[in-house]
């Protein structure tokens, strides 16, 4: 279990120092016992307020994290374990108003229970309004970076949490939609970690407190400074062109080929990563994605590592290239792997439909998109990734319809036929600039002088 902060220890940790300031709450004015006439609720709150300090669950206001100005939301867990009430709604709304009137991003720090029983389903309603509100501030523009501090269970993780753009954690904190009081007794507590939340695509990474400030830091700078265009980055690898088919596609196989972590750092100076589909899935190995600072300006990344890429590698791609288009932010994607995953897993996990999403997600893009082939293009399963009129080729890459074994085998070819199908396919970059798949085969940096 991570140290469980106070909201207001919390907010020193990740706020520039002397830059917080509380908002102004408006509340209404609590009934006796609460809305319910709850037995024993006011003497509950006000025990509450005196261990803690704090009037309510969470505490609002604006600061700079990292030299940029945020809403920041911190939940206080020592009130009635941090629980949604009428009046944790109203400041939350509160919030969500200041943020899109004053154009800042939106930073919930996450401590809490769920939603407060002694405020019967008018509590529960609370998840509405705040969905409400982080909708509106999706819709305005605004990014959402969640941290969830121990324990982040119930409406709480299902609204702020679950839901927003970019979801840090502390490690060992409880995260969950079930509480510990409520679930299954033979439920494996393993489950219900940070840790766990990430490995299932459900949060983007563990972060320890220390390096809490600079990771958000970097995350709202990132999210809030983008480029006009994602330009494509220079070759790494091959200068020349290969002479046929299948000297292409025996390049783009070579192990010591540069993959896409060798044109990220080249392309980047620094960069943070998206991890998980959102939909109980990641892909680490096959496809990595997220922001990267270039020329002090933020490009977004989606890019294949040269092995067949899973369902849930696609729907992360998707899910990133729809965040950097709210966000106005262009995309750079790599292009490099034999082909989708096609085995029976990757069937029951959806890979038709993850792939459809990312077409469509790239189709619907109104963000520039460039895309460059560093390796292997291998059928739909690359296409997906390419831009449509703006794809590149390094020249040790190829793109074909399908695998040259493959279509030999389809078209009852012997195996020594293999590379003269390499021939027909037409699959060098050069072909592929002549047919007019690609703009171009991009050079190597000029050396520096």
């Known amino acids: 279990m991570s140290e469980r902060l106070s909201a207001r220890q919390v907010l020193a940790l990740v706020c520039d120092a002397a830059t917080f300031t509380e908002l102004g709450y408006q509340e209404r004015e609590p009934a006796p016992d609460g809305p319910i006439a709850w037995q024993g609720y006011d003497a509950s709150r006000a025990r509450a307020a005196r261990r803690t300090g704090e009037e309510e669950s969470v505490v609002c206001g604006t600061a700079s994290v990292g030299g940029t100005r945020a809403v920041l939301i911190a939940f206080e867990f020592g009130f009635l374990g941090g629980s949604l009430g009428r009046r944790t709604g109203d400041r939350l709304e509160a919030a969500y108003t200041h943020a899109r009137a004053h154009r800042l991003p939106v930073v919930p720090l996450i401590a ?117 265009e994602a330009p494509p980055p220079s070759a790494l690898g091959c200068a020349s062109l290969p002479a046929t088919g299948w000297e292409a596609v025996l390049r783009a196989r070579r192990p010591e080929r540069p993959r896409a972590r060798a044109y990220l750092d080249a392309y980047f100076t620094r960069r943070a990563a998206l991890s998980g589909d959102r939909c109980g899935g990641a892909d680490p190995d096959g496809m990595l994605c997220g922001f990267g600072e270039r020329d002090g300006r933020t490009v977004a990344y989606a890019a294949q590592t040269g092995t067949k890429t899973r369902p849930a590698g696609y729907r992360t791609a998707a899910r990133l290239i729809r965040l950097a288009d709210r966000l106005g932010i262009p995309v750079l994607t790599l292009v490099d792997t034999p082909g989708a995953e096609n085995d029976a897993g990757a069937e029951r996990e959806g890979a038709g439909t993850a792939i459809a999403d990312l077409f469509g997600a790239v189709a619907a893009a109104r963000i520039p998109v460039t895309t460059l082939v560093v390796g292997e293009g291998g059928s739909g399963g ?31 070819r012997p195996p020594e036929e293999t590379e003269a199908t390499a021939d027909q396919l037409r699959i060098r970059p050069q072909d592929l600039v002549e047919l007019g798949v690609v703009r171009g085969v991009v050079d190597h940096p000029p050396p520096r002088g």
């Open 112 to 228: 809490t229970g769920g939603s407060r029983m002694q405020e019967g389903m008018l509590a529960l309603t609370q998840l509405q309004r705040v969905a409400r509100q982080s909708v509106l501030t999706r819709e305005a523009g605004l990014p959402q970076i969640a941290v969830l501090r121990d324990p982040t269970t119930g409406g709480g993780w299902a609204t702020l949490g679950a839901g927003a753009d970019v979801t840090l954690a502390l490690p060992g904190a409880q995260v969950g939609f079930a509480g510990s009081r409520v679930r299954p007794a033979d439920a494996d507590p393993a489950a219900y970690t940070a840790e766990a939340q990430v490995a299932s695509g459900s949060a983007d990474a563990v972060v320890r407190p220390q390096e809490l400030r600079e990771t958000l830091g970097l995350w709202l700078r990132l999210l809030t400074t983008p480029a006009a």
């Open 382 to 412: 690359a296409l997906a990734l390419a831009a449509p009129g703006n794809t590149w080729a390094t020249p040790d890459s190829y793109f074909s319809v399908i695998a040259p074994e493959l279509a030999a085998a389809i078209l009852k």
